[in-house]
């Protein structure tokens, strides 16, 4: 994070240095892309305002103000800039809201808002970025993770159910109404030929069952056609014979990697240290809500897919994602949430 340090003097730096991964190649008008803006005087909280003059045309008035967080994810938010950036730095270190509340002298049910902001704004930006596709060597495998309707007694209530089970072994496979959502994993090995390539890129989706049915359109959508596509015997994955190079290794009978006589590694190794990287970072949140889980792992398969990258790029990233998006996603959910305040997952 010793790269922000310049900018976390005051809230008029902060905002600068915002503005300036906002709009590296100069401000726009977030109404009508216009670059014809005149800067006006800086709000209390130290962010710029502007004034668009084809807007102000437009409309018929003198002014058409907007300010470097008008049109995104920040625009509603009471933070300062400096708190932001702040919490954004400790958002990427992967810390949960307790211990970002702590590091940035906050109210713990603010940073929980933030984090849900941040973690739905790469979900939206770059989760369901469709045009991201694996290929080459791909490796698929599911995981189950436990959440249940953490805090919300009311949603036990609605499903007609007793309270989830703890610590005992369920028969068959789990699913998100047991309480246990399975995840589905992909992810495209690394060219290891390739001094210069990315780390290993892996997409997680988190299912409500594993059924070739729900997997089937993911693994369409994902994975280019005529890759290789290697998974364990579970015959969830049979139909990817039909598009892909298809090849199981069989943990059933002990085996866990081998080398075809064409030289491929069967495997799905890579996907098993993403699972335990991934637990570890879920472990940090203490028991997690179903509502957010898709969340947490967005920002987990984010974080991971740059981590190659310097910490000060990834940070960069993140950011451009984030002002990418207007906070539909973010706002849709608040809305199907209404009635269950944010502090409530967390206890
Ligand atoms: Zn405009």
């Known amino acids: 994070m010793k790269h922000l340090l310049p900018y976390l003097q005051d809230d008029q730096k902060a905002a600068d240095y915002l503005r300036q991964v906002r709009w590296p190649a100069g401000v726009t008008c977030p109404r009508c892309g216009s670059t014809v803006v005149d800067p006006r005087e800086r709000c209390d909280n130290g962010l710029q305002r502007f004034n668009c003059v084809p807007c102000a045309t437009r409309l018929g008035q003198q002014f058409a103000m907007f300010t470097d967080w008008t049109g995104s994810i920040f625009e509603e938010s009471k933070l300062h800039p400096l708190d932001w950036l702040l919490v954004i730095g400790l958002w990427q270190l992967k810390l949960n809201a307790t211990d970002i509340a702590a590091a940035a002298d906050i109210q713990e049910r603010t940073a929980q808002r933030c984090i849900n902001l941040l973690d739905g704004g790469i979900y939206e930006t770059y989760h369901l970025e469709p045009s991201r596709q694996l290929e080459h060597q791909v490796e698929a495998d599911e995981c189950y993770q436990s959440a249940g309707s953490k805090g919300l007694p009311r949603e036990v209530e609605r499903h007609d159910r007793a309270p989830r089970q703890r610590g005992l072994q369920l028969r068959g496979r789990a699913t998100a109404e047991m309480g246990r959502p399975p995840l589905l994993g992909l992810v495209q090995r690394r060219d290891k030929a390739d001094q210069d390539a990315p780390a290993a890129q892996v997409y997680l989706e988190v299912l409500e069952n594993v059924r070739s049915a729900t997997i089937k359109p993911i693994v369409a959508a994902k ?105 539909d996603y973010w706002r849709w959910m608040a809305h199907q949430h209404r009635r269950m305040p944010l502090t409530l997952c967390y206890r």
């Not at 335990?276 to 974080?303: C, K, T, W």
Request: with cysteine; charged share 20%; net charge neutral.
């Open 223 to 327: 994975v280019k056609s005529g890759a290789q596509f290697f998974t364990d015997e579970y015959n969830i994955y049979h139909f990817t014979k039909a598009d892909y190079d298809h090849r199981t290794v069989n943990h059933g009978a002990g085996e866990y990697a081998r080398r075809d006589p064409d030289g491929t590694c069967v495997h799905c190794n890579t996907m098993e240290g993403i699972w335990s990287g991934l637990r570890n970072f879920l472990d940090h949140f203490r028991g997690i809500s179903q509502r957010f889980l898709h969340l947490r792992v967005a920002r987990y398969e984010f974080l991971h897919n740059h981590g190659h990258l310097h910490w000060r790029q990834t940070f960069e990233v993140a950011l451009r994602c984030l002002f990418s998006t207007t906070g």
